[in-house]
């Protein structure tokens, strides 16, 4: 009796580390995202208005609705790409 109570509470521990990895990888996508607003200067920019924040967001997600996706997208990418390999450079430069 004891065996089958250890055998299914090893089961459950297994079922809720599961549970509890696809939680932990969503939260930490959510922290990264909130990093890359905060990264864009978007909570300064706005005087921390998460209306306006969201209202920008909304705004892009429109655009890559429309016919120019794949354009505005590259563009897009290409400023994140500088920005990121700025703030690179920025560190390395700020290091004794």
Request: charge should be positive; proline fraction near 1%.
């Amino acid at each position: 009796m004891q065996a089958r109570n250890r055998v299914q509470a090893k089961r459950a521990r297994h079922d809720a580390r599961g549970w509890q990895v696809k939680r932990r990888e969503r939260t930490r996508q959510l922290i990264e995202l909130g990093g890359l607003i905060a990264k864009a200067d978007l909570v300064e920019l706005t005087g921390d208005d998460c209306a306006a924040i969201l209202g920008l967001l909304v705004e892009a997600a429109a655009t890559l609705r429309g016919e120019a996706r794949e354009q505005q997208l590259m563009l897009w990418r290409r400023r994140g790409q500088r920005a990121f390999a700025d703030d690179l450079s920025a560190d390395a430069t700020s290091r004794p």
